[in-house]
């Protein structure tokens, strides 16, 4: 079972502090959204899980994603996914 603790932290979102290596990230606007996601992302080696919460005009936010080890096994920069605050909307 994945553990959600790390939406405890309050971390902002990759796209508001940059965050290096992250190259995929999703928002909510409810905790229970975030876990749900958590529960269905499957990592390869050199990747990890990361995500936490904060607070912006609206309201609080929680986000979940994946941070790789080395970029260039991941491909181009270009290709970073994000959905979110200055991505896809939540």
């Known amino acids: 079972m994945i553990e959600d603790t790390l939406l405890d932290n309050a971390r902002e ?6 965050m290096a290596q992250a190259v995929n990230w ?5 905790r229970s959204e975030a876990v749900k996601r958590l529960r269905h992302i499957r990592l390869s080696a050199g ?3 990361i995500g936490g919460h904060g607070r912006d005009s609206i309201a609080p936010y929680w986000w979940v994603g994946v941070k ?3 970029l260039a096994d991941w491909g181009h920069v ?3 996914n994000k959905r979110g605050r200055h991505g896809d909307g939540y």
């Open 68 to 70: 790789v080890d080395d």
């Open 78 to 80: 270009d290709a970073v």
């Open 26 to 30: 999703q928002m909510f606007r409810r």
């Open 13 to 18: 979102a990759p796209s508001i502090v940059p």
């Open 47 to 49: 990747q990890s899980l």
